[in-house]
Nanobody, 121 residues
Framework: QLQASGGGLVQAGGSLRLSCAASGRTFSTYAMGWFRQAPGKEREFVSAISWGGGTTHYADSVEGRFTISRDNAKNTVYLQMNSLNAEDTAVYYC????????????????WGQGTQVTVSS
């Protein structure tokens, strides 16, 4: 029901925009989040956005470089990633939760398939 796309191989300093498309139901009333998991590491929170888009949160490691947004008419959430570095290499997942608070606590209702982001240094 959630499908992430837009990953790929990019050089350090480059940009990518990830998309998370929802199908099967509307996610316009859900908060949405992005998480990532690098090889050998635990999954970590990246960013979250409230259902209306008015509230956003970012991990300290991506603050100022990543921007989350959503288009409820398209049932899609985006993650614009700029100034990428090697530490951003991971599989990125999108998820839906009842509220942005639930997203921040990883109390998630739906998970999507991930998309690989690889940043070469």
């Amino acid at each position: 029901q959630l499908q992430a796309s837009g990953g790929g191989l990019v050089q350090a300093g480059g940009s990518l925009r990830l998309s998370c498309a929802a199908s099967g139901r509307t996610f316009s009333t859900y908060a949405m989040g992005w998480f990532r998991q690098a090889p050998g590491k635990e999954r970590e929170f990246v960013s979250a956005i409230s259902w209306g888009g008015g509230t956003t949160h970012y991990a300290d490691s991506v603050e100022g470089r990543f921007t989350i947004s959503r288009d409820n008419a398209k049932n899609t959430v985006y993650l614009q990633m700029n100034s990428l570095n090697a530490e951003d290499t991971a599989v990125y997942y999108c998820a839906a939760a009842a509220t942005i608070g639930h997203t921040l606590r990883s109390e998630l209702d739906y998970w999507g398939q991930g998309t690989q982001v690889t940043v070469s240094s």
